[in-house]
């Protein structure tokens, strides 16, 4: 019995150490296998990043005549401030995801680099490096637009705010200050955002399952 478990779990042994060896250098399905996983993360924080806001521009809003109607002002106000500071936490999130799905995208670009660059056949070699370069400065754009969308969220989510503090201290010295053209700046502007954010999930969809994941 203890010689059939031992030959078995020799037979474990090998097979795995059989299948830890029969890969590439880069170890690319790994590198592949996480870029597609870091894309979804980044698509979900994104939805979740909208929702927060789409609920902060609301109530921002109706916020004006809120106050007006309103027994307690200040009761509105720590709801609003809450609402604004939970989307800047989901933009930071989103920032994070962002950073993640740079840093995957230039591991896997690096890896395919590293291993053509191991190729003996030159000509084969420079084609490669060729179509990978080509693929990799598309993808940089989409990236640095992407970045740039995060960071309007951000600014945003400061413009809000500075319009909160000035209708807190309006409403402290018995003004009602008119906020619907700092509002219609922050609506027009969040789905010009989000539809950025969005062509980046697609496009970074459409590079991993025509091009990278497709082979």
């Known amino acids: 019995m203890k010689q059939t478990l031992c030959s078995l779990l020799s037979l474990v042994l090998v097979i795995f150490l059989m299948s830890s060896c029969y890969r590439g250098p880069e170890d690319l399905p790994k590198l592949k296998k996480k870029f597609q996983s870091q894309i979804n993360q980044f698509e979900k ?3 979740n990043t909208d929702d927060k806001v789409e ?3 609301e109530k921002l809003t109706s916020f004006q005549q809120a106050i007006k109607d309103a027994e307690n002002a200040d009761a509105e106000f720590k709801k609003v401030y809450n609402q604004w500071h939970k989307v800047n936490k989901e933009v930071k999130d989103l920032n994070k995801e962002y950073e993640r799905l740079k840093n995957d995208a230039d591991n896997l670009f690096n890896a ?3 291993q053509t660059n191991s190729l003996g056949d030159a000509t084969t070699r420079n084609e490669l490096n060729g179509a990978i370069a080509k693929t990799r400065g598309s993808y940089n754009t989409t990236l ?3 970045e740039k969308a995060v960071s309007s969220l951000n600014s945003l989510h400061g413009e ?3 319009i909160i503090k000035a209708l807190e201290v309006a409403v402290a010295v ?3 200050a008119n906020i619907n053209t700092g509002l219609k700046n ?4 969040v789905d010009a955002i989000m539809g950025e954010l969005n062509i980046t999930i697609s496009q970074s969809k459409e590079l991993y399952e025509t091009r990278i994941g497709a082979f």
């Not at 922050?186 to 502007?189: A, D, F, L, N």
């Open 112 to 114: 395919m680099e590293n």
């Open 160 to 162: 809000a705010l500075e």
């Open 144 to 146: 640095k637009n992407t």
């Open 45 to 47: 924080q994104k939805e």
């Open 186 to 189: 922050i609506e027009s502007r």
């Open 174 to 176: 018995g003004e009602i």
């Open 55 to 57: 609920v902060a521009v």
